[in-house]
């Protein structure tokens, strides 16, 4: 299984969007996706290099920390399960194009594992 990418998620509320995507773009991020409630910035020089704001999550019941793209969901998925380790919210397929699960990592952080369809 491949690491394509890791996002930081930032909790971020609506009030404050604007004035983080002008933080943000201080340092040279630049708006990539916009679905309302999860915004993602990312640099013009390395599009890989990410960073999301969320409002919240639109189908899970937390915000996740931390995405990792994964090149094999489902393979992850079953590494997880085997693992013992604590599915947050089950493996689906979301509207926005991609396939994902989230776990709790040993320090508690909520991890958004994914893969685009």
Do not use: C
């Not at 990539?32 to 189908?59: R, Y």
């Not at 776990?103 to 369809?117: Q, T």
């Amino acid at each position: 299984m491949a690491v394509h990418r890791v996002v930081p998620n930032i909790h971020s509320d609506a009030a404050h969007a604007q004035e983080s995507r002008d933080f943000y773009g201080l340092l040279g991020f630049h708006e990539v996706m916009n679905h309302g409630w999860i915004t993602t910035l990312a640099s013009p020089t390395a599009p890989a290099a990410q960073i999301s704001l969320m409002t919240g999550d639109k189908t899970a019941p937390v915000t996740p920390d931390l995405s990792i793209e994964v090149d094999d969901v489902d393979a992850a998925y079953a590494l997880m399960r085997v693992s013992g380790t604590e599915i947050i919210h089950p493996l689906q397929d979301e509207e926005w194009g991609v396939r994902r699960f989230f776990v709790s990592d040993p320090n508690g952080r909520v991890i958004n594992i994914l893969s685009h369809r």
